[in-house]
Nanobody
Framework: VQLVESGGGSVQAGGSLRPSCAAS????????MAWFRQAPGKGREGVAA?????????ADSVKGRFTISKSNAKNTYGLLLQMNGLKPEDTAVYYC???????????????????WGQGTQVTVS
C-alpha cells in the first residue's frame, strides 16, 4: 500500500486548503483511510477518518470546518481533506494513513494503521 500526500501549503487564518492523498484503487475502495497531523513538539493526533462504508469521523477540534472524502476522478483514486476556516493551531504536518479494517472507536487513533504517507506541511498564520 502506497500513500502519497500533496496539496499542503501556507495560508492566512480563515483560509482554506485541500490536501490530497493518492492511493491505489484497491486501497481506495476497501480500506479505512484517515488524516492525522503532528504539530511541532506534539504527538500525532487523528483529524478525520472515513471507513469502507464511507462513514466519516472527526476530531472535535475540526468538526464543522474539515470534510474528509474519497475521490475517484479520471481513474485517480485518493483521499481528500477539505479544510475551511483554518486557524493557526491547525499548523502541522498532515499524514494520510490506511488500514484494511479499523473498528469505529479507534479510527482516530494512530495504532491501528499500518500504512502511512510521507506527510505534507500545512502552515496557517
Amino acid at each position: 500500500v502506497q500513500l502519497v500526500e500533496s496539496g499542503g501549503g501556507s495560508v492566512q487564518a480563515g483560509g482554506s486548503l485541500r490536501p490530497s492523498c493518492a492511493a491505489s484503487e484497491h486501497t481506495y475502495s476497501r480500506y479505512c483511510m484517515a488524516w492525522f497531523r503532528q504539530a511541532p513538539g506534539k504527538g500525532r493526533e487523528g483529524v478525520a477518518a472515513i471507513d469502507g462504508d464511507r462513514r466519516t469521523y472527526y476530531a472535535d477540534s475540526v468538526k464543522g470546518r474539515f470534510t474528509i472524502s474519497k475521490s475517484n476522478a479520471k481513474n485517480t483514486y485518493g483521499l481528500l481533506l477539505q479544510m475551511n476556516g483554518l486557524k493557526p493551531e491547525d499548523t502541522a504536518v498532515y499524514y494520510c494513513a490506511a488500514e484494511r479494517v479499523v473498528a469505529g472507536p479507534f479510527v482516530l487513533q494512530e495504532w491501528p494503521y499500518s500504512y502511512w504517507g510521507q506527510g505534507t506541511q500545512v502552515t496557517v498564520s
